[in-house]
């Protein structure tokens, strides 16, 4: 950059801590493995699912019992729950502009998130471990 572009800019976005956050191509990248990792990750659930749908409960939980169906629901569960967080996080920030209103909405779907997420993960476990 020369000298005189550098003086045709204003300091203004260092003040107000407006610059680059450096978390941009992460947070890009990581919702990009997500959405390729749910692709073969749902289409085995919901097959698997599809097909236990006409069994018993003792099928389902004999199906859950199986260590590759048990590691493929939570791997699943993983993916799609990050995903819906990041997907969400992007959401926010974009549509949100009131800074309480916004890290208020970020910590809810956070939160929401991981709850609904480790309850998915424990009925899992649950079933696997038959507890």
């Known amino acids: 950059m020369s000298n005189a572009n550098k003086h045709m800019r204003s300091p203004l976005k260092s003040v107000r801590g407006l610059g680059s956050a450096k978390d941009g191509v992460q947070h890009w990248w990581i919702q990009r493995v997500t959405a390729v990792a749910m692709i073969p990750l749902v289409l085995i659930m919901l097959v698997c699912l599809l097909k236990l749908a006409t069994g018993d409960h003792a099928a389902v939980v004999a199906a859950f019992r199986h ?39 970020l910590l809810g779907v956070t939160f929401a998130v991981f709850v609904v997420g480790g309850i998915a993960a424990l009925s899992v476990l649950k079933l696997f471990l038959g507890v």
């Open 67 to 105: 260590p590759a169906f048990a590691i493929i629901a939570l791997l699943a569960i993983l993916a799609v729950f990050w995903h819906l967080k990041l997907g969400l996080q992007v959401v926010i920030e974009d549509y949100v502009h009131s800074e309480g209103l916004k890290m208020a909405s």
